[in-house]
């Protein structure tokens, strides 16, 4: 088992490098920002909304950081996660800390590899490898077309567990 911290919702710098320091894997529910950004605008102190889910400065920290969902608290999709991770955007449209946004990739690999280590599982999952189990999903528009907006509106089109299709999209 891996030493977690869960949410690090607020994490000043000082906070980050602790963390760093003694190990700790972050695992962040970016989907926060989508369903509760509006309340973090108005209740969070302006000088510390620059340490909300910071994850760009965890994960350039050095830090090992997985996104999940924390379900039911937040959106239990992972397309919302990923979305907010590099969107930064509430359900309403406001922005929350866009200087901590990451690129799609990295929000993937945070999601899928990141995760599977914070499981201790990543020698079973988190990567499309030989030895690894086959779950996956495809999903359009592909999240790397650089719409970064119409992450949000991805649409799983096939479901894979196991090496077998579990779901089509008709």
């Known amino acids: 088992h891996r030493h977690r911290v869960e949410h690090c919702g607020i994490c000043p710098p000082e906070i980050a490098k602790r963390l760093g320091a003694a190990g700790i894997v972050v695992v962040a529910q970016p989907g926060f920002i989508y369903e509760h950004g509006e309340r973090y605008l108005h209740s969070v102190e302006a000088n510390k909304q620059g340490w909300l889910h910071p994850l760009r400065t965890l994960a350039r920290g050095g830090l ?54 914070a499981a201790g599982d990543e020698h079973l999952k988190g990567r499309i490898a030989p030895g690894q189990l086959a ?18 509106e991805a649409k799983v089109l096939t479901t894979v567990v196991g090496g077998r299709i579990a779901y089509e999209r008709s």
Request: net charge negative; no cysteine; charged share 20%.
């Open 64 to 117: 090992r950081v997985a996104l999940g969902s924390d379900a039911p608290v937040a959106p239990p999709d992972p397309i919302v996660a990923i979305a907010a991770a590099v969107t930064r955007k509430t359900m309403y449209g406001a922005r929350v800390n866009v200087g901590e946004a990451v690129d799609v990739e990295t929000a993937i690999r945070l999601h899928t590899e990141s995760s599977a280590y």
């Open 135 to 152: 779950d996956l999903v495809v999903i359009d528009p592909d999240p790397l077309s650089g719409e970064l907006d119409a992450i949000s």
